[in-house]
């Protein structure tokens, strides 16, 4: 027994320390993982089955299902195969630990190897949640219901696998009244209750609509979850249109069309899954949803995938559809594309810096590909662009400059640049064929002369900083492949209730010298009750115009009873505006930065800062020693596991053995 012990903590060690080394030997990508999707009302009972596609034979695994437990509750944690079960029992080669915090839960599953079940695919294991007495109608996903991991194979290397991830749909509880139903199919009924719960179930095709005539029409505004259900085989046209406060729904596996329109303006929805079973994705299907940040496809889809939550097609020939929501201020166009579809970017309002490959494989912009992308304030359309398709810009509102590498005029479609900004400029090459000087051609004034801005490698970049409650931190904002910048008008936004600015500070001496005696830098700070915004304003100095590297600080106090987490997205953002030296408004991208909050008391491990000490934090170390990312302040003192003051692969190998349980003895010591 003692042997067994000391060969399944060293197996324990190695799974752990594999993802780390990227130990890719024997690595299989199509091995599947699919948490199930599952419907239940607060005080229910329901069970998830955890299953597993093209098993390449596994030796073992350490997975972590993470679940909010303040909404569930954990009943059980079943094993797969009757070896698994049995192991359970027995207390042999299968072991459980759970793992509850006020907020969140993880339980950890850990499997070795058992001959009986090493090449099978089916059921995993199965785990039984009761959703607590309560909880609001609503989905539980995303990091709230998430599973993650290794997996070995029998020469003990980690095995590449996706994970579909799961989810539960809270439906009402017994409280709730039915305000309307009717039949939106052949065979399919609905119920809208007046928690906001859109109930559709049946079989077959969902009927199709245009807008006004949606049986839900009236009530499209209440509805704030759709639940569907039974073998439904389609999302009618049109279906959701304009349902604004519709926040969470699940498509399950049994749809394969996604109709036109059926997602248009539900400007609540953050987060989409297209299963396995589609096949088709109806036009604008997803257009102005001005929140929807990711749209992800499960990993078993043959006619569509996702990358960074941007939806192509299988072969990543074809962009879809970019949401709307993402914060990105910037975006590069893959190289191997070679179609955009038709409103590819509707309504990105983030945008404000399209790239097309130095390499382009596509002759054509699509209908409404950049439509009503308010933030773009000038593009690039290469040489081998010879058609923009109908409302192609229409309703970039602040678009200015459009510059035109070709000679000779493409093809311009129908309202292509309608409703941009007044007065707007086609900047056409001098040796080019272009009607004369000052013409208006498509609502663009003509103007011969030679590009002056690139938006290649200019980047703004913030700097991530951890500090606990309390402390002072500095955040450092560089410039990198400046073309010669004539000023600058740049907000950051801040969380005014966790962070207090400190101090701004300008660049080079001549931009110090500049805010002490009032000159060429100033700065405004304006603050709200909830939020904060300092703008840095900044003019023309010949001895900073061409220069990369610091261009300022900004020091923050991090309040105190700041819990640990991160400041990042909106409530940590820069954004604005470059000129060059013709006052020509410079494209430019923007890596955005956060501050790590780490606990009050320095918890070696903890290289996360999120007060726990667990596989995450193997992860961060593994990669700072491997140079891909920088641990700092707390977070570098917290890495430092064996207290030798140096943080290197000595203090990898004593986290590992501590998370196996072969070394408890306290970290930092």
């Keep these: 027994m003692r042997r067994l012990l000391k060969t399944t903590g060293w197996i324990l060690t190695i799974l752990l320390l594999l993802p780390l080394f990227a130990v890719n030997a024997g690595a299989n990508d199509e091995m599947t993982i699919t948490v199930d999707n599952v419907n239940g009302a607060a005080d229910q009972t329901i069970t998830v089955d955890i299953n597993m596609t093209d098993n390449p034979g596994i030796a073992g695994y350490t997975l972590d299902f993470h679940y909010d437990a303040d909404k569930l509750e954990l009943v059980l944690a079943d094993g797969s195969a009757a070896a698994q079960r049995a192991a359970i029992q027995n207390g042999g080669l299968l072991t459980l630990t759970q793992i509850n915090t006020q907020t969140t839960g993880r339980i950890r599953l850990v499997g070795l190897e058992d001959e009986n079940i090493t090449d099978n695919s089916g059921l995993l ?19 709230n219901f998430k599973l993650s991991g290794t997996i070995a194979n029998d020469a003990y290397q980690l095995v590449s696998f996706n994970v579909n991830q799961g989810s539960i749909t809270v439906t009402s509880g017994g409280g709730a009244t039915t305000i309307a139903n009717g039949q939106c ?151 191997n594309i070679t179609e955009l579809g038709q409103g590819a970017f509707y309504d990105c309002r983030n945008l404000e810096n399209i790239k097309f490959p130095d390499n382009i494989n596509f002759t054509s912009i699509g209908m409404e590909a950049f439509a009503h992308c308010s933030s773009l304030a000038n593009v690039i359309i290469p040489e081998r662009i010879t058609e923009l398709e109908s409302s192609a810009f229409w309703s970039c509102s602040n678009l200015y400059d459009v510059y035109f590498e070709s000679k000779s005029p493409p093809v311009v479609g129908h309202m292509s640049f309608f409703y941009i900004k007044p007065n707007a400029r086609a ?53 990198s492949g400046n073309p010669g910048i004539a000023g600058y008008t740049l907000d950051f936004h801040y969380d005014a209730d966790k962070l207090e600015l400190v101090l701004a500070d300008g660049n080079a001496a001549a931009q110090r010298a500049a805010i002490q005696n009032g000159g060429l830098l100033t700065l405004t700070q304006i603050n709200t009750q909830t939020s904060g915004r300092i703008r840095l304003v900044g003019l023309e100095d010949e001895n900073i115009t061409d220069n990369s590297g610091l261009l300022f600080t900004l020091t923050f106090k991090i309040k105190a009873g700041v819990p640990a987490g991160i400041i990042d997205g909106e409530n940590f953002k820069l954004s604005g505006t470059i000129a060059n030296d013709a006052y020509q408004l410079v494209p430019f991208s923007v890596n955005q930065g956060s501050i790590t909050v780490t606990s009050g008391n320095l918890i070696y491990g903890d290289v996360t800062g999120d007060g726990e000490v ?10 700072h020693i491997a140079g891909l990312e920088r641990l700092e302040g707390a977070l570098l003192e917290a890495a430092d596991v064996n207290g030798d003051k140096r943080v290197n692969i000595a203090d990898l190998i004593r986290l590992a053995r501590y998370l196996a349980d072969i070394d408890t003895s306290p970290l930092g010591k």
């Design 125 to 143: 294991f199965t785990l039984t949640f009761k959703i607590k007495a309560g909880v609001p109608a609503g989905i539980i996903d995303g990091e």
């Design 185 to 335: 199919g052949d065979n399919i009924t609905w119920t809208l209750d007046s928690e906001g719960v859109l109930t559709i179930n049946g079989t077959g095709q969902m009927w199709n609509w245009v807008f006004n005539t949606i049986p839900w029409y009236a009530h499209r505004a209440n509805i704030k979850t759709v639940v569907l259900s039974g073998s439904i085989s389609s999302i009618g046209n049109h279906a959701f249109n304009s349902c604004i406060n519709l926040e969470n729904i699940v498509i399950p596996n049994s749809i394969v069309y996604v109709g036109r329109f059926s997602f248009n303006e539900c400007s609540r929805l953050k987060n989409i899954t297209i299963p396995n079973s589609v096949t088709e994705i109806g036009l604008g299907a997803f257009y102005s949803c001005t929140a929807l940040e990711n749209i992800n496809v499960n990993s078993g889809n043959l006619h569509f995938t996702s990358e960074n939550g941007i939806l192509y097609n299988t072969a990543k020939t074809v962009l879809i559809c970019y949401p709307a929501g993402k914060p990105n201020s910037s975006f590069t166009i893959p190289d």
């Design 427 to 479: 900047i056409v090459p001098p040796d080019g064929t272009w009607p004369a000087e000052g013409t208006l051609w498509n609502e663009l004034i003509i103007v011969y002369a030679e590009p002056d801005i690139k938006p290649d490698g200019t980047t703004i970049t913030a700097s991530n900083v951890s500090g606990a409650a309390g402390q002072t931190v500095t955040v450092d904002v560089n410039i």
């Design 614 to 623: 667990d596989m995450a934090d193997l992860v961060a170390l593994a990669r």
